[in-house]
């Protein structure tokens, strides 16, 4: 079976074919462009972000998997409403202030093991946003209003023969011709002029840029068009974001990228839009705004692991939103545990063997993530093989080149889930010195501190396992 995704332009599974079939990356393998908007650093991300991101990688990672030349683009919004705002109030210069999350923002990719492509930032592609603007102008679907600020036209951009609203039906009837809208973020359906560029107002305070219009800034929509098409070219494979982008911002950036007409004839802005669901809190979307969310940091300081994050991010399909709980990421570290486990074993009973991968349980992960990246499908696949696994390790029925060739099978998977080995390094510091200083205390025959810090560790939610090249630690299976 080809590789089928869901396209939010058709509302279905489409076969993915490249926009260009013919086309090869620099090594060599069919080329595919992704664009996936990037996150807007006015503050820390929280786990609800980044479960987009995650599914972004996910999908990067199964394209590469599958044979495919991807090159991945996120832009970093680095200047829109909710960023000046922050800025006046900390009283810091713009770059400053979004360098601060920018950093955070990539600390927290990798610690949830997402690949990381080129990042563009908006405030560096100001060129573009104005040189597109104005082919918006030429083609009279941009207009000016007297304080200098330029709107996109959808009255006009409709009268040239292209529709509004093929990301989500709008109700026209309550449009009124005309009618702005100058938030970057504005009510669902409520479709009226956007934003191109917004003149400057003084609680801008120095965040400007000359344009052939007077000092301004863009609007937050213009940013992505202008960057993707400067990155990726006018026509390009994948466009990803959360389910809650798809309209305004997604329907936008169509509308300004195709009123640009700058595609080649017959081909479109983005072949295929893919939208991930929200990440919930009791049933409601977990936002700053309710404030009901919870960073990354705020779970590693409890002790869970990026690992741990990513597997319970990846633990439903990415079209389903699902409940965010403390006790889902309590699953998560036991699942991971079993797999750890099961490849810990595997590796000590292949020593140095080596064989090549079990093609059947590659086939079949790559038969259910190839059906729109079912990963529910895909995860029962990983746990049935372990399973089996384990009753044939017991059973002692399994040879050291088949543990060799299922160790290659899930090292192929791995490269999709980017779970990667279990890292040490997970284990907090404060505990492995704990651990140590176990050791310390059982050589004094001072039993009764090793054992005070065999329950302090444990109490942490860690087990500390003697074994002869030291002590090791494992997250305890709730
Ligand atoms: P922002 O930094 O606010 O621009 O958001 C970055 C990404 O996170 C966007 O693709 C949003 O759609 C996505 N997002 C925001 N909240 C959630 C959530 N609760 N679950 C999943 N994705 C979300
Ligand atoms: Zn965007």
Redesign the pocket.
């Known amino acids: 079976m080809a590789l089928h995704l869901f396209n939010s332009l058709s509302r279905r599974i489409e076969e993915f074919v490249p926009i260009e079939p013919n086309r090869l990356g620099p090594d060599g393998r069919p080329y595919v462009g992704l664009y996936c ?4 650093v006015y503050d820390y ?2 786990i ?2 980044f ?3 995650v599914f972004a990688d996910l999908v990067r990672r199964h394209l590469d998997f599958r044979g495919y030349s991807v090159r991945a683009v996120m832009n970093i ?1 680095d200047v829109e409403d909710k960023i000046i705002r922050r800025v006046r109030e900390s009283g810091r210069p713009l770059h400053e202030f979004t360098r601060t999350y920018e950093d955070a923002f990539l600390g927290d990719l990798k610690i949830l093991n997402c690949l990381t492509g080129e990042m563009p930032r908006a405030t560096e592609h100001i060129g573009d946003i104005i040189a597109l603007i104005q082919k918006l102008e030429q083609r009279g679907l941009a207009y000016k209003t007297a304080d200098g600020s330029m709107w996109f036209s959808i009255d006009k951009y409709q009268g040239c023969g292209c529709r509004y609203g093929v990301l989500k039906t709008i109700d026209f009837s309550q449009m009124r011709a005309g009618e702005r809208v100058a938030a970057d973020e504005y009510e669902k359906e409520a479709a009226a002029d956007f934003a191109l560029w917004k003149a400057r107002v003084p609680d801008d305070g120095e965040v400007a840029w000359d344009s052939p219009w007077g000092p301004g800034r863009p609007g937050w929509h213009i940013e992505c068009s202008a960057m993707s098409m400067a990155l990726l070219g006018p026509s390009f494979d994948l466009h990803l ?5 798809a309209f305004p911002h997604h329907e936008d950036e169509i509308a300004q990228s195709e009123g640009a007409a700058v595609q080649t004839e017959g081909h479109p802005f983005v072949k295929y839009w893919l939208h ?5 809190v009791e049933g409601k ?3 700053k705004t309710l404030g009901n969310f919870f960073t990354l940091r705020d779970l590693t300081s409890k002790g869970f692991g990026g690992r741990e994050v990513r597997q319970l991010l990846l633990s439903a399909h990415y079209r389903e939103t699902f409940n965010f709980t403390l006790d889902g990421l309590a699953g998560a570290r036991s699942a991971l545990t079993r797999i750890d486990e099961c490849i810990d074993k595997l590796t000590q009973l292949a020593g140095g063997e080596s064989a090549s991968a079990d093609k059947g349980l590659v086939d079949a992960f790559t038969e259910a993530m190839d059906n729109d990246l079912n990963v529910a499908r895909a995860w029962g696949i990983v746990f049935d093989w372990v399973r089996e696994t384990n009753r044939q390790l017991a059973s002692k029925t399994l040879t050291p080149v088949q543990a060799a060739s299922a160790l290659a099978a899930w090292k192929q998977i791995d490269t999709v889930l980017g779970l990667g080995p279990r890292p040490e390094s997970e284990v907090p510091a404060a505990l492995l010195a704990l651990a140590q200083e176990r050791v310390a205390a059982k050589k004094a025959r001072d039993f009764a501190r090793a054992d005070q810090i065999r329950e302090q560790v444990r109490a942490a939610g860690w087990m500390i396992e003697d074994t002869a090249a030291g002590p090791k630690l494992k997250p305890l299976s709730p």
């Not at 908007?37 to 807007?40: D, I, Q, S, V």
């Not at 991930?276 to 919930?280: A, E």
Request: hydrophobic fraction near 20%; proline fraction near 4%; glycine fraction near 24%.
């Open positions: 908007c990037g996150p807007t991300g929280h609800g972000n479960r987009t991101f919004t974001g959360g389910e809650d982008l991930g669901s929200h990440l919930l979307k977990m936002s």
